[in-house]
């Protein structure tokens, strides 16, 4: 292995494994980087948590940040602060074991046994737990079989231990279906917009103001420095040339992985939809579905089909006449999925009930399952191969490229010698980077160093491998002159002055509707303009008026018929309502929800008693952090 090293000292390839080792040094403090306790991260009521338990925690963890946020980097890390949470639930931990065995709370060898033996993993093929499997999947994990055990009873013990703090945790039916109609309670609202476009004439904006604003608000009207690239690719995508795959190589790869060329069977169809939710009364539903019927009888053809889905389709695709393209089994409502499927390419299917009303199916073509034809797949298969053969590439021609770099060629040249394409991108914010190729936080902060015409003479990596980066031109920060924004402080200042006569007026009419003198004449001024909102919760998103969580929980205490006392603002203007009717979840729905409500409310409780519990038990304990370095800090 060192003579590999030694032979390849020069390679990319060996200069990445020494850095990620310095990197692996720095991070977790091993060698001369730390002090005699660097073993130790931190201690709880003076029990250590060792270097190697946080190590090992931080991996399990990262691991499954990675499959929940793929893209996370370092960087994403660093702002949820990480570390910190690692070492939280650590801490944690040790709380709680040492409240166990202040409990007298263990965990027998026996019920450890047990626990394993009913791991589906560890057993044979007539179902029984088997110890020589057993043995091989845990040594091939890294671990011994005691290792294994001593975390799968600390793991029974923690979880016996957080049941226990939980007990107490209980939700009664009636708790929970108050609980549930407060939440799922709707209301509707009359309401009286008065948008601010109805006042902008009668405001006047004085030169003074604009200057004000433009000096307050120099830094949004700052240009960031700008840069454009020059850039190599090496990824395997990128070094893909389909015409370097023959024809023999092509169909060798199709006839050895028929899988990878398989068509799922397909539908390609249009619809018209009527809505009619399942919630929706029984006259409407059935109104939807007459309609429908009446629509399918003037319809013959595709093109009269399109035609009808544009005038009266209440579906996204209305506008491209319906048009849903093709779709597989598993891709659509069941109802309408076995209805297009059903029915012959050039037919009309419907109408058809689904959870968002009632369809109108055009059946425009089918293709069946099966492996696609050579021909069809081709242009997949050269690319695949293609893909395939230049993966092999990709450090050979990285090194030779940093090699060229060194010795002073220029991107284009080194381009042009290695065949591979010269990329360009910008310009962009310096600050941001390009949004191709993509790169870390720390990749941006490398390239703002350079200046026009330097390359970086180490490739920064990217998804699926690396890339060469050229600085190929940088633009100063600046401020656009007034001039260019003018308009644009002029109209916010006026719309921000037209905001508060709307928001005078509005408060004006509310007061007159709550004056017995003047509420009838009020009340003939505003009559043609009142609307009514659709249904909305105490969560404060009113339709048409976007989220006011203050004008909802008004609503929800008003009396029926009754105007608000005071006007409200949305983005639209300043508006006055009144409660137009309230209405609680139905005990059908309760019956439906009541289940997993119940379950819900229950976890929410074991939560908050587990949490009061930690904080109490944090509050009393003794926590010193011994190695900072290891948090970043």
């Known amino acids: 292995m060192l003579e590999v090293i030694r032979r390849n000292a020069q390679s990319w390839g060996v200069k990445l494994l020494f850095g990620i080792i310095v990197l692996v040094f720095v991070f977790w403090g091993v060698g001369s980087f730390t002090d005699s306790n660097s073993n130790v991260v931190a201690y709880v009521n003076e029990t250590p948590i060792t270097l190697d338990e946080y190590r090992q925690h931080y991996e399990q963890r990262l691991e499954q940040v990675r499959r929940q946020m793929p893209e996370a980097d370092e960087e994403t890390l660093r702002q949820m602060g990480f570390r910190r949470q690692v070492l939280n639930e650590l801490v944690d931990e040790k709380l709680l074991r040492q409240k166990a ?17 009913e791991i589906p993993a560890f057993r044979d093929q007539n179902g029984r737990f088997d110890r020589e499997i057993y043995k091989k999947l845990i040594l091939s994990q890294g671990m011994t079989p005691a290792q294994f055990e001593a975390g799968y009873r600390s793991s029974i013990l923690m979880q016996t231990m957080t049941d226990y703090l939980v007990t107490p945790a209980v939700v009664t039916d009636e708790e929970a279906r108050e609980i549930f109609r407060y939440a799922r309670e709707e209301a509707r609202a009359d309401y009286v917009l008065f948008p601010p476009g109805e006042y902008m004439e009668s405001v006047k904006v004085e030169e003074k103001d604009v200057q004000a604003a433009y000096e307050e608000q120099r830094e949004r009207f700052t240009v960031p420095a700008q840069a454009e690239i020059a850039y190599l690719e090496f990824t395997p995508e990128a070094l893909a040339d389909p015409a370097d795959v023959t024809e023999e190589e092509a169909r060798r790869a199709y006839e050895n992985n028929p899988d990878a060329y398989t068509r799922q069977a397909r539908v390609k169809a ?53 048009d849903l393209g093709w779709f597989p089994r598993g891709s659509m409502v069941e109802s309408f999925e076995k209805a297009a499927f059903d029915a012959e390419p050039g037919s009309l299917v419907g109408p058809v009930r689904t959870q968002f009303g009632y369809h109108l199916i055009w059946v425009e073509d089918r293709q069946e399952a099966g492996v696609l034809p050579f021909e069809e797949a081709e242009l997949d298969v050269r690319q695949n191969v293609a893909r395939d053969k230049a993966a092999g590439k990709v450090t050979d021609l990285l090194d030779e490229a940093i090699a060229r770099v060194a010795a002073g060629e220029s991107l284009e040249q080194v381009a042009e010698t290695l065949g591979i394409g010269l990329r360009h991108a910008g310009p962009f914010p310096q600050n941001q980077g390009p949004s191709r190729p993509s790169l870390s936080q720390e990749a941006v902060q490398r390239l703002s160093t350079l200046t026009p015409g330097d390359t970086l003479d180490e490739p920064l990596s990217i998804e699926g491998g690396y890339t060469l980066v050229q600085l190929t031109s940088q633009t100063p920060s600046k ?125 929410s409780k074991r939560q908050q008693l587990y949490q009061g519990f930690m904080s109490e038990l944090r509050g009393e304990a003794t926590i010193e952090i011994a190695n900072k370095r290891v948090l970043g800090e």
């Open 270 to 322: 249009r619809h018209i939809l009527l809505r009619a939710p399942d919630d929706a009364s029984g006259e409407k539903a059935e109104q939807a579905e007459a309609r429908l019927e009446e629509i399918a009888a003037r319809i013959d053809s595709a093109e009269e089909f399109a035609a009808a889905a544009k005038e009266y389709s209440e579906g996204p695709s209305a506008p491209s006449g319906g």
């Open 101 to 117: 065995s202040e409990y007298g709370l263990r965990v027998p060898d026996a019920e450890v046994q047990q626990a394993i033996a």
């Open 479 to 603: 401020v656009r002159p007034l001039e260019e924004v003018r308009e644009t402080i002029v109209t916010e200042l006026k719309r921000k002055e037209a905001m508060v006569l709307a928001e005078e007026e509005a408060a004006s009419v509310a007061a007159a509707l709550h004056d017995p003198q003047k509420r009838e004449r009020a009340m003939e001024r505003i009559q043609d303009r009142i609307k009514t909102t659709e249904a909305f919760t105490r969560q404060g998103f009113i339709p048409g008026l976007g989220m006011n969580e203050r004008f909802a929980a008004a609503v929800f205490v008003a009396e029926e018929g009754d105007w608000l006392d005071e006007p409200y603002l949305s983005e639209r203007g300043a508006f006055i309502a009144r409660l137009s009717e309230r209405t609680p979840p139905t005990d059908a729905e309760w019956a439906e929800a009541k289940q997993s409500f119940i379950q819900q409310l229950k976890q």
